[in-house]
């Protein structure tokens, strides 16, 4: 395990060692690291003057929201707003509970009960592309969508052949389905896997060829991806 790895261990088992009682500045202060370092909640919300600008600044979600709204969305968001472009990101129970305590000061949320895997829905690339990826990668997937100069590693230019030539389908596929932290790139890029069924995340993919005009590397291409 890394040195970044064993300290994030650390910091959780303080979590759950601490969960109990008030939080403490030490929890605080770790729940805005996780936000800024480790999470991709800050990909779309602002917490002040960092983060992006799709969604409401998570600095005062405590005074617009109730406690059990905060946890719901976190734990299931199309359940609890049809239709949202948040997506779903699995987390560890310690940081559920940090994150709705630090966020709406409430002691105890009780989870929901997990909701079914994502399953069916539209799979036009063209379409879950402007939905999903256009904010950021801009909508012809050049890396200049409205949300991409509040990030502070520049989205990928998915219209660069030089680029796109080099990454296998597969690793378009694990990025967009695991997020950019499961790959050691930005955690900011969330992780659609929860969210968008298999036959949504092909459609990306082949979209995102058709944007830069190429094929994955021809040593990636010798049998099929599943």
Request: with cysteine; charged share 20%; glycine share 10%.
């Amino acid at each position: 395990m890394t040195r970044t790895g064993r300290r994030a261990a650390s910091l959780l088992l303080l979590l759950g060692a601490a969960s109990a009682g008030a939080q403490s500045p030490f929890e605080r202060a770790t729940a805005v690291a996780l936000l800024r370092d480790r999470l991709p909640c800050l990909g779309c919300h602002a917490l002040g003057t960092d983060g992006g600008r799709l969604a409401p600044d998570l600095a005062t979600v405590r005074a617009r929201r109730p406690p059990a709204y905060v946890a719901s969305i976190l734990d299931d968001p199309q359940r609890t707003v049809p239709g949202t472009i948040m997506p779903r990101v699995a987390l560890p129970p310690a940081t559920r509970a940090l994150l709705v305590r630090y966020l709406t000061g409430a002691e105890a949320v009780p989870p929901a009960a997990p909701g079914p895997p994502p399953a069916g829905g539209d799979t036009s690339g063209a379409r879950l592309y402007a939905r999903h990826c256009a904010a950021c990668h801009g909508p012809q997937g050049r890396g200049d969508g409205p949300n991409a100069r509040y990030l502070p590693v520049p989205p990928a230019v998915h219209a660069s052949r030089e680029a796109m030539e080099r990454r296998t389908d597969d690793r378009l596929y694990d990025a967009i389905a695991a997020g950019g932290a499961a790959l050691g790139r930005s955690p900011r890029m969330p992780p659609f896997g929860e969210t968008l069924a298999p036959a949504q995340i092909d459609a990306l993919v082949r979209h995102i060829r058709t944007l830069c005009s190429c094929t994955q590397p021809r040593w990636a291409a010798d049998g099929a991806r599943r």
